[in-house]
């Protein structure tokens, strides 16, 4: 709330619920005041994670924090006491033969100290996050420190301890050749880089160069080494095949056949049901697909309206009735139509250290007026029960949006089916892929074949075209050959 949503009275907030947010921390040893601390602090560790102060919202009138170095140990503690479970121990003795060659050379390297950037490279669904999880399970059981991170909120999620490589490094959002990271050379997270011995960051290929010259340099200078990355050794991830930037222009195409599905099942068992996924293009064709799947979804609808107004309060127009009508990627619709065991996903992160990313899929289990209760359905975070608010939203400005305006409703929307570019880092059971039209980009089509474990777990619908929905069993697949060409060079995959 206090990051979300624009509270007119932090302290009175605090002031009003403190008895009930400290009730669990009051004990025989412990009196109201020290639980009140405690929880000053355990508020404070959220709002930190999430890149903000809790004395800028003057809860209390004194000042809550730490010392610099109680700041530091607390920093490193965190990430030691991340232990790795014995699944992922075991899986070290099951690698394949090209997993084992570079995790043997990795790991090498991380105790040789003296450092080396690599690159994974491998199609969707060869075991790149297997081989990750036994690197990070290798390193944090001698003790040491392995930092987890991956581009998207998605992907981030899949890793133990994973958080988003603009999360860890605190990369600016609009930085450009000239910066460096929001990192201070005295800073508890320059000790915290400084002291780990391995740091992976997965989908990197979907990162901007700029924030990776960002991060390098800014471990240089934490480091005072001019070793590439500060002499850390650095195991970057991803797949060249995959999505890129859409180009309009110099692409080829091949053309591939596929088999037709006309009809599919709704699984009224939420569980399996999160394990299918329907893929397609554009959003427009999202929204129609989910729409016509949650009206025959089985039980009582739950509607939620949300609250739209313009970011230009000056302006002498009402235009309410019409922002109702917009539809932009990124925001949920004006009104929600949810349904209990229904799927969801989130379009904000919300604590991306507990699971809550933008992309994390989940499964609504109850409904009130001002919070929804969901179960997280994937991740290592499964299983586990969080809460939704209603938070104010604002269109993303890469989206070209008619009125600039902000609307405040829930930050999910319903998610039986995803576009392409959002599958990515994800893995399904059965996956349908709806292709109203063509793909627009090079590797979207790669992308959604390689969602499922097994080819007889995709299905494909091909329309003649986007007005036409007769079926046909060919469609584009736009390549740009220079890119894998470019991508497959030795010099390009040398350690």
């Given at each position: 709330?206090?990051?979300f ?5 932090p302290?009175?907030?605090?002031i ?12 025989s ?16 560790d ?9 004395n ?6 004194y000042?809550i ?5 109680q ?19 075991l ?16 790991i ?7 450092g080396?950037?690599f ?27 392995a ?25 600016p ?19 915290l880089?400084r002291?780990c ?15 990776i010259?960002?991060v ?27 999505t ?23 699984c ?14 554009k ?64 379009l ?9 990313c933008?992309?994390?899929r ?26 939704i ?12 949006c ?6 405040h ?5 319903v998610?039986?089916?995803m ?19 063509p ?57």
């Open positions: 709330m206090l990051v949503c624009d509270i007119p009275s302290r009175g907030l605090w009003k619920y403190k008895e009930h947010l400290c009730e669990d921390l009051i004990s040893s412990v009196n109201i005041i020290d639980a009140e601390n405690k929880c000053l602090h355990m508020i404070s959220v709002l930190e994670s999430l890149g903000k102060n809790i800028d919202f003057a809860l209390v009138s000042y924090g730490l010392t610099k170095q700041r530091i140990h607390k920093e490193i503690q965190a990430e030691k006491n991340l232990l790795p479970n014995e699944a992922d121990l899986a070290i003795t099951k690698l394949n033969q090209s997993q084992r060659a570079a995790f043997d050379t990795i090498a390297r991380v105790y040789s100290s003296s080396g950037v690159f994974v490279d491998g199609p969707g669904g060869t075991g790149k996050t297997f081989l990750y999880k036994c690197l990070l399970a290798k390193v944090r059981s001698n003790h040491d420190i930092l987890a991170t991956a581009t998207s909120g998605v992907a981030a999620s899949l890793l133990p301890g994973g958080r988003t490589a603009h999360s860890r490094f605190k990369i959002i609009n930085g450009d050749d000239k910066f460096v990271c929001n990192i201070g050379k005295q800073s508890a997270e320059a000790a880089l002291e011995k391995l740091i992976l960051w997965d989908e990197a290929t979907m990162a901007n160069r700029r924030d010259e960002n390098e340099t800014t471990l240089r200078d934490i480091t005072n080494c001019d070793k590439i990355f500060g002499g850390k050794v650095v195991v970057f991830g991803g797949d060249f095949r995959q890129l930037p859409v180009i309009r222009s110099g692409s080829k195409r091949d053309f591939i056949e596929a088999s037709l599905v006309k009809s599919r099942k709704i009224c068992d939420p569980y399996p049901l999160m394990k299918r996924g329907i893929l397609t293009p959003n427009e064709y999202v929204d129609e697909i989910n729409n016509t799947l949650i009206a025959r979804f089985p039980g009582e609808e739950k509607y939620y309206v949300s609250y739209d107004e313009l970011l230009d309060s000056t302006s002498p127009h009402d235009f309410a009735d019409f922002l109702h009508t917009i539809s932009v990627p990124g925001l949920p619709p004006h009104k929600l139509i949810l349904k209990k065991n229904c799927p969801v996903m989130l904000r992160n919300i604590n991306p250290a507990e699971g809550l933008n992309g994390t989940l499964i609504c289990d109850d409904f009130r007026d001002h919070v929804i209760r969901c179960v997280i359905a994937s991740g290592e975070h499964f299983g586990k029960h969080v809460f608010p209603r938070i104010p939203l604002e269109a993303s400005k890469d989206e070209k008619s009125i600039p305006f902000k609307r409703q829930f930050p999910i929307k998610c039986f089916a576009t392409i570019n959002k599958a990515h880092g994800q893995t399904f059971d059965f996956v349908g892929i709806y292709l109203r039209q793909v627009f980009s090079h590797g979207q089509l790669y992308v959604a074949l390689s969602r499922a474990k097994k080819a007889d777990c995709v299905k494909m619908l091909i329309c003649n075209n986007h007005r036409d929905t007769s079926s046909t069993n060919v469609t584009d697949n736009i390549v740009y050959e220079e890119i894998l060409t470019e991508a497959c060079l030795p010099n390009n995959l040398s350690y």
